[in-house]
């Protein structure tokens, strides 16, 4: 009998500690779902500004250039015509535009992705070489 009344008691004793520990539980969590709010009535309900507004989006900037001929291009050799690169930072694209004849136009579009490198001429100030992919 002795062997069964302890097991009881340490029973109850478990189920009395498991039920502080529920208790204690219960108030942590109400402490955390109270520090939120105070901290969401401090903070106002808009999206975080460093997110909404991260920096003034970057206009697309066009630009007058010349194609400099390469030698892979000495079959192409004319007078040298006058182009329009588009240059959009936020979607990633370079547009080269050549005004043809008849007001039409032919362009390339370039994604970032397939621009591997910029080379800026140290001799001519105004002079920048882009390699592409292939």
Avoid at 47 to 66: D, G, N, R, Y
Avoid at 84 to 100: I, N, P, Y
Wanted: glycine residues 6%; hydrophobic residues 35%; positive net charge.
């Amino acid at each position: 009998q002795t062997a069964g009344q302890s097991g009881e008691q340490e029973l109850e004793n478990l189920v009395l500690k498991l039920s502080v520990l529920k208790d204690f539980l219960s108030s942590i969590e109400k402490k955390a779902l109270k520090a939120l709010q105070e901290m969401s009535l401090a903070t106002p309900a808009t999206p975080p500004q460093p997110l909404s507004c991260k920096a003034k989006s970057i206009p697309v900037q066009t630009f007058e250039v010349k194609l400099d001929i390469t030698l892979g291009d000495l079959t192409k050799i004319g007078k040298s015509q006058k182009y329009t690169l588009s240059v959009d930072v936020e979607g990633g694209k370079l547009v080269v535009l050549k005004k043809q004849k008849d007001s039409q136009e032919d362009w390339n579009t370039f994604t970032h992705d397939k621009i591997r490198q910029l080379i800026k001429s140290q001799r001519v100030q105004n002079k920048l070489g882009i390699v592409f992919e292939k």
